[in-house]
């Protein structure tokens, strides 16, 4: 574990937060900036961690005009920056509407169509429509849209993300050859600006092959002027177990120097099927960050911002939720909602015909937090999860940042 910084109001704080992990913490270290003096305070619990695995770890550090000297110094502003937003075929009516009622903001959007089916072909989701008047809108507003390509099934087929249909048109340069050739020719006959790979839970062994794919899809691409992009999994590191959720797949050094977009999915840090916890806390995200910094150039990085929450419970996964879900959930139940410091985002709690719940959710506020993290780093693109659902305070926050 890496100790990493957070921008609050005035002070600096860093510290680790919210292993998967429930094994003993040691070695905790302490992140020091040139300029700046600090104390240091520990405060784990007797009973070794929390069930959540959450670790109250928080290291003070008095800063001086820390913030003044952070935005003055920091490069990512509006003029540089470019923004991407998610438009999935589920809710394409209100992410539709936002993305017309915001579009100003935008650079690119990524439709959420299209399918990698087990016998290899690329096809339309059942339930998607892929409608014209997107990208022509899209289009006469000089926003770019992409098609995204994606290894989860559909319906008649079911399941997870599933890594072995990308083996079958990863697996040899014939297959790659024609699985190419499919997704040049979708982008050409629907008058897409470029393709966005979004295959998940690919398993370690398959890195090899996903970077040759990309490589040559790149290639196909570019000679008929069409972007790629390729969604990619968080991690700190390589090698670290806790990160085995696609990302050892992924060579993001060789990856970079092929596609044009990299989106880092900065989010599910607790997901579905884990215990409760934040969407991304901003320590967390520093620490993705942070690493990718070193292998990806900042005009192909592009940071994952999460617009929803989960409701865990006592069933098996947890339930996603929009933010007027939330507000709804305040609004019947009227639970406490607190403001988490150290993940810099919300969470409340209710019971519900007996059932303790869970809630964290992303809105206006912790993406405030995150945009000066962004700042900091000198992070300037920007890829939304997903429209139609979010707390719209956002998008006046994106236009007044710097």
Known sequence: MVAIPLLTSSLLVIGCLYSKSNTSISNIKVTTIKGLKYTYKETLPDNNLEAEGALNIIASIKAMNILDRVFSTSSANNSTRKVLGWIPFWDQQSAFASFKQNVASFDYISVFWYLLRSDGSVNKYIYASDDSSVISFAHSKKVKVLALVANLPDEDERGNWDPTRVDKVISSSSARKKHIADLVALAKSRGFDGINIDYEALRKDQKENFTAFIKELSFALHKHGKILAVALHPKITEGDPAYSNGSEAQDWRQLSKYADQLHLMTYEQHWEDSPPGPIASVLWVFSVLNYAKQLIPANKLFAGIP?????????????????????????????????????????????????????????????????????????????FWRLGGEDTRVWNTLRNSP
Do not use: C
């Open 307 to 383: 617009l929803y929450g989960y409701d865990w419970s006592n069933t098996p996964k947890a339930k996603g939720l929009t933010y007027q879900n939330v507000q709804s959930l305040i609004s019947q139940y009227k639970p406490k909602v607190t403001w988490d410091p150290i993940a810099q985002s919300h969470h409340f709690g209710y019971r519900a015909a007996g059932v303790t719940h869970s809630v964290w959710y992303e809105d206006d506020a912790s993406f405030k937090k995150k945009m000066e993290l962004f700042n900091y780093l000198d992070i300037s693109n920007l890829a």
